[in-house]
T-cell receptor
Framework: GAGVSQSPRYKVTKRGQDVALRCDPI?????LYWYRQALGQGPEFLTY????????KSGLPNDRFSAERPEGSISTLTIQRTEQRDSAMYRC??????????FGEGSWLTVV | EDKVVQSPLSLVVHEGDTVTLNCSYE??????LLWYKQEKKAPTFLFML????IEKKSGRLSSILDKKELSSILNITATQTGDSAIYLC???????????FGQGTELSVKP
């Protein structure tokens, strides 16, 4: 696609529910990243993939958070048993590996 | 602990003014520094700086990296209201492309 596409753009969920956020990177981009951004802050790294391999998941806050990219293209970030503190903008980004990293518009998650 | 710090956190100027945004970084195994402009949608890539002392320029925007001082500046000349945004600076690690972001500088350009 022309840019990094994320869905849903807005998600309101009840505390305790699971949510899945989807990212469709720029076509041909090898690397895919997930970031979380709170209001008034810069994005915070969660995890990244090269192709289908998860290379670094050091930023995932706890074991309720997981991500996958089974075919090396689309990725899903899953948050289980959501809590109010999970409310944030979740941004996906992609790159060709060594170069510029392009961000998507993000998925706003609100846990009520 | 690795960190990126931007200053000022917010800035209000009038159209036509020139502004300088600052970014300092402490990043282990540093590879490059990136600047982004964030409006309501996705952060838009502005510059990637790898070498010290070489200015990158795009229209009214320019940026330079100082590896000795572990810092970078972003200059905007002849500001316009469309320049109003949050400007994010990020350090990129040598391995894997992970970015560590600063808090951002919120620039407001008044007519």
């Amino acid at each position: 696609g022309a840019g990094v596409s994320q869905s849903p753009r807005y998600k309101v969920t009840k505390r305790g529910q699971d949510v899945a956020l989807r990212c469709d990177p720029i076509s041909g981009h090898v690397s895919l990243y997930w970031y979380r951004q709170a209001l008034g802050q810069g994005p915070e790294f969660l995890t990244y993939f090269n192709y289908e391999a998860q290379q670094d998941k050091s930023g995932l806050p706890n074991d309720r958070f997981s991500a996958e990219r089974p075919e090396g293209s689309i990725s899903t970030l899953t948050i289980q048993r959501t809590e109010q503190r999970d409310s944030a903008m979740y941004r996906c980004a992609s790159s060709t590996g060594g170069n510029t990293i392009y961000f998507g518009e993000g998925s706003w998650l609100t846990v009520v | 602990e690795d960190k990126v710090v931007q200053s000022p956190l917010s800035l209000v100027v009038h159209e036509g003014d020139t502004v300088t945004l600052n970014c300092s970084y402490e990043v282990t195994n540093f590879r490059s520094l990136l600047w982004y402009k964030q409006e309501k949608k996705a952060p838009t890539f502005l510059f990637m700086l790898t070498s010290s002392g070489i200015e990158k320029k795009s229209g009214r925007l320019s940026s330079i990296l100082d590896k000795k001082e572990l810092s970078s500046i972003l200059n905007i000349t002849a500001t316009q209201t469309g320049d109003s945004a949050i400007y994010l600076c990020a350090g990129r690690y040598n391995q894997g492309g992970k970015l560590i972001f600063g808090q951002g500088t919120e620039l407001s350009v008044k007519p």
